[in-house]
């Protein structure tokens, strides 16, 4: 029995301290992730989601050269970009993706520059991985406390608008004629988007920001009907693939090339698109059968 | 008659006795004039809505029926006029099924669900679920014949089946009016018959004002109680014996038309008088059969 | 700096031009993606010692193809969403585990434009000739999906669409090197969004698509000459003016964007 946990764990992994600060970490935004998802899903706003998460990490890591802590930087650039998107036209379903674009592409151009002032004034190459895949549990524990705040701040405001939310995803229009103030509504909502994704950014990088939001989400809407069932199964897959991938990770330090080991997001990723692929096939599976 | 100014064209059809069913004034409409752009979408519309009664909102293509349902559910200002609703000017207890609802196939949200947000769902936070509650929304739901698919997810239903879960969904807040958009425009005759029955029954039973547009009067005839004929941005009112006359409607369209009805079926038609216009016919083939 | 010009004006015609469909078809998520994820195969190129072009092909065709057949079955910007991460996921595995420089990162992201050799010319010439051909062979089952895709039979709307993404792929595979992923990306969605606001008739809509974004480029280069700032802040910058002015345009001119971009 001990060697064939042995075979799976690795020895020290639940005793080393930056696996605990990971683990802790990363179960806090996974879970967060998941359960604001569901709305990014069913709102079809995964793009804006991962705009978000793509405008924050280049805000974040320019955050030093104003002398900004990067959580900071992280957040208000995300939430600017946000009300960006919504002065634009998010909330309609046509213009979505163009506004969406837009924003994007202005963000792409103001990270260009700062990466290159950067480079020219601070020799901050290094900052460059950071920008495409975000940093990977860089955080310490003692930041436990506000990414938790800022997790329950995004709750919060879903939680608050719940009923407004889903009937306004469900239909503007039904949304509108019962008094919801329905652009105010997806205005609030993405700012939680917004700050999820920042908070993403920073402890588990853009990458799994982006895979953890719309994964779970997506695969959890294949599985259950019901709203409440769908937030909790993506919450729990969100938290299952974290974890799994970080022992992945924790094992491929005695993979090939030996003590080298492999990057914590592509497992998260590899198993997040695993358990999509998988909700699918289920769920293929039950309609032939009932 | 043709020389009377159209201002006073909806009030131009004197109201008769009340039916003795009819209630108190739920909707009061007065002058509403909607511009959109350049063009006149709604000119000087008035007429009220009483408690118990079915109003058909009659109209072809383009005559302006969404644009007027969506004024007195207060989603367009008004450039003109006024919309009063229970005697106060604003007031949400108004029940709406839009005419066009895209819903997504994969919303996680069943039937049951959306009926479930039609009770609160503009309120803030999560419900409390209880048994009362649960014991509604299936009675509501058993009450418009959508029982079989409750736990469907709504995105997957046909647009019968949808139609019905969204009169639910408008209905369970116990509205004094409920507005519903061509909601027979998806439905078989069967279908028609039996939804046009439900409402004409829920209208009378739960005392609410049922305002139902549609570009064909026949499937309410039965039913309908008053009708609001809409062309070229003007209203007629009243019963529908007092306004679907050649008459009324020559003079709401501006050239002549005909009525012919055969076997309990209205038909309106272009007329050939010495004044008709054939600059309009679009107006008419909606009526045609 | 002549090479520059001429491989940049081609980048930009052709990304203009398949910019028109990806507007059309509401797929900016898809331009963003493929060229952003296909950074992995240049990763991956470097790791096993290929070519970069061949890495940025096989990985962009490759996320083509994900989001395609992902996408058929459920939301198509999940599929996108998931094909972009399962890609990044990847460069980020060959990034570690061979040694890639910053520099080399940061050209692939931004692009180097004013460093293009003029032996580049011939294969992106040759793309984009090719990239055109198929746009205008493609052009009326494009067109026709786009506006009313409950028209065609399964099949053929797969077809069209696979065709429409691996147009993206083409296009990217043949700007990446040159301008980067981020400058492509913003080609092909500003200048496409500012021509929809401005004119109804598809092919007018398509050639100023083009137009602007030849001219976005141009100024971006000269701009960057001038003051040695990165090209993709220019491009970004012009692009957003480009879009803010025609829909100011579009709103003073007529009823509203809405009417007229819904009828583009
Ligand atoms: N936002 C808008 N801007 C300008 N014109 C509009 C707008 N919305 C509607 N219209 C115009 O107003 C007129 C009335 O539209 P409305 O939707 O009310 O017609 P309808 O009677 O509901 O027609 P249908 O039977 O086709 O549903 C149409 O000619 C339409 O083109
Ligand atoms: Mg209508």
Redesign the pocket.
């Known amino acids: 029995m001990q060697a064939l946990l042995h075979a799976i764990v690795e020895p020290g992994f639940f005793a080393d301290g930056a696996v605990q600060t990971a683990a802790a970490l990363g179960g806090v935004v996974a879970v967060v992730a998941g359960l604001i998802g569901v709305f990014t899903v069913i709102r079809s706003q995964a793009f804006a989601g991962h705009a978000l998460s793509d405008i924050g990490s280049a805000g974040g890591s320019s955050a030093y050269l104003i002398g900004l802590a990067p959580l900071w930087g992280f957040v208000g650039i995300s939430v600017l970009a946000a009300a960006a998107m919504e002065r634009i036209g998010v909330q309609r379903a046509r213009g979505r993706d163009v506004a969406t674009g837009v924003v994007l592409g202005v963000g792409f151009a103001l990270a260009s520059l700062f990466l290159y002032l950067g480079m020219t004034y601070h020799n901050a190459s290094g900052e460059i991985p950071t920008i495409l895949f975000g940093s990977v549990f860089t955080l310490s524990a003692s930041d436990l406390p506000l990414v938790m705040g800022l997790g329950a701040v995004a709750l919060l405001v879903v939680l608050t608008l719940y009923r407004p939310l889903l009937l306004a995803s469900v239909s503007p229009e039904l949304a509108a004629a019962r008094g919801v103030r329905v652009r105010l509504v997806g205005g609030a909502y993405l700012l939680a988007l917004a700050i999820t994704v920042a908070l993403c950014d920073l402890t588990i990088g853009a990458i799994l920001s982006t895979a953890l939001l719309v994964g779970p989400a997506a695969a959890a809407l294949r599985l259950t009907g019901r709203p409440h069932r769908a937030a909790l199964l993506a919450a729990g897959i969100s938290l299952a693939c974290t974890w799994l991938g970080l022992l992945l990770a924790w094992d491929s330090f005695y993979w090939p090339p030996l003590r080298h080991g492999w990057p914590v997001s592509f497992f998260i990723v590899t198993l997040v698109l695993i358990a999509y692929l998988a909700a699918g096939a289920l769920a293929r599976g039950q309609t032939k059968r009932g | 008659m043709s020389d009377e100014p159209q201002s006073t064209l909806t009030h131009a059809v004197p109201e008769r006795a009340e039916p003795q069913v009819a209630g108190e004034t739920v909707l009061e409409l007065a002058g509403v004039t909607v511009e959109?752009?350049a063009?006149r979408?709604l000119d000087d519309v008035g007429f009220r809505l009483k408690a118990g009664e079915l109003t058909g909102l009659i109209?072809?293509?383009?005559?302006?029926?969404?644009?007027?349902?969506?004024v007195i559910l207060g989603l367009l200002e008004p450039t003109r006029g006024t919309v009063t609703v229970n005697g106060a000017d604003v007031g949400r207890s108004v029940g709406y099924v839009p005419?066009k609802f895209m819903l997504d196939p994969d919303l996680p949200v069943r039937a049951r669900d959306l009926v479930a947000l039609g009770i609160d769902g503009q309120r803030l936070g999560v419900a409390r679920p209880s048994r009362e509650r649960r014991e509604r929304v299936a009675r509501m739901l058993g009450a418009v014949g959508a029982a079989d698919f409750a736990d469907a997810r709504v995105g997957r239903l046909s647009g019968g089946e949808q139609q019905r879960v969204l009169i639910a969904h408008a209905l369970i807040s116990h509205p004094s009016l409920l507005l519903l958009?061509?909601p027979l425009a998806n439905l078989d005759l069967h279908s028609a018959r039996a939804v046009v029955e439900l409402l004409a029954r829920i209208a009378r039973e739960q005392r609410i004002a049922v305002m139902i547009?549609a570009?064909e009067m026949n499937a309410l005839l039965p039913v309908m109680d008053r009708v609001v004929y809409?062309a070229d941005g003007r209203a007629a009112c009243g019963r529908a014996e007092d306004v679907v006359r050649a008459d009324v409607l020559s003079r709401l369209y501006g050239h002549r038309v005909e009525v012919i009805r055969a076997a309990g079926r209205v038909l309106v038609v272009a007329g050939e008088g010495d004044d008709a216009e054939p600059t309009h016919p679009h107006h008419l083939d909606?009526e045609e059969h | 700096m002549v090479n520059a010009w001429i491989v940049a004006s081609l980048a930009a015609v052709v990304g203009g031009a398949v910019g028109f469909f990806v507007v059309m078809r509401g797929a900016s998520f898809v331009a963003h993606a493929i060229p952003n994820g296909s950074f992995a195969g240049a990763a991956g190129a470097t790791l096993v010692g290929a070519s970069t072009i061949a890495g940025l092909g096989i990985f962009s065709v490759g996320g083509a193809l994900g989001i395609g057949l992902l996408g058929r079955r459920g939301r198509r910007d999940v599929a996108t969403a998931l094909t972009l991460v399962f890609m990044l996921g990847l460069g980020a595995l060959f990034l570690s585990l061979s040694a890639e420089s910053s520099e080399a990162a940061y050209s692939l992201l931004f692009g180097e434009v004013l460093g293009i050799s003029a032996n580049e010319i011939v294969p992106t010439l040759a793309l984009a000739v090719a990239s055109l051909i198929v746009l205008g062979l493609l052009w009326r089952p494009l067109l026709l999906d786009s506006v009313l895709p409950e028209r065609s039979s399964g099949r053929r709307l797969l077809a069209v669409d696979l065709a429409f993404l691996l147009l993206v792929a083409m296009t990217t595979t043949m700007t990446v090197p040159v301008v980067g992923t981020t400058l492509i990306f913003t080609l092909m969605i500003a200048p496409a969004a500012a021509a929809r606001a401005l004119t109804a008739r598809p092919g007018v809509a398509l050639a100023l698509s083009s137009a602007v974004a030849l001219v976005t480029v141009w100024g971006a280069i000269a701009l960057s000459y001038t003051t040695n700032w990165p090209v993709g802040f220019f491009v970004g910058a012009l692009g957003a003016c480009a879009y803010a002015a025609s829909h100011a345009a579009a709103r003073s001119g007529d009823?509203?964007p809405?009417?007229t971009a819904g009828r583009g």
């Open positions: 959109l752009g063009r979408i109209g072809s293509n383009g005559a302006g029926k969404t644009t007027l349902l969506r005419q958009d061509e547009s570009h809409l909606a | 009823g509203g809405g009417r």
